[in-house]
């Protein structure tokens, strides 16, 4: 989901006259998750291409060295 779009469910929610401060700051800790999330999502994709390209071109010590990356980001 995009940043945008998130902000845009924000909005929402502090528009509406049903919503109280607490709950309008659980949504503003859940769109916070949910772009961190995103963030890990972006950086796994990222580190799981690299370590395709190397099993594909056959570089063992590089696909351990992203193996490794991979296991730190965690």
């Known amino acids: 989901m995009r940043e945008e779009d998130l902000l845009l469910i924000r909005s929402c929610f502090a528009l509406s006259p049903n919503i109280n401060a607490d709950e309008l700051r659980l949504v503003d800790e ?11 999502l972006d950086r796994a994709t990222a580190a799981n ?6 099993f594909f071109n056959g570089s063992v010590e ?7 990356y991979m296991k730190s980001e965690q």
């Open 49 to 54: 291409r690299h370590y395709l390209f190397h």
């Open 30 to 40: 859940l769109i916070e998750e949910i772009v961190d999330l995103n963030d890990q």
């Open 62 to 68: 590089k696909m351990a060295e992203t193996f490794k």
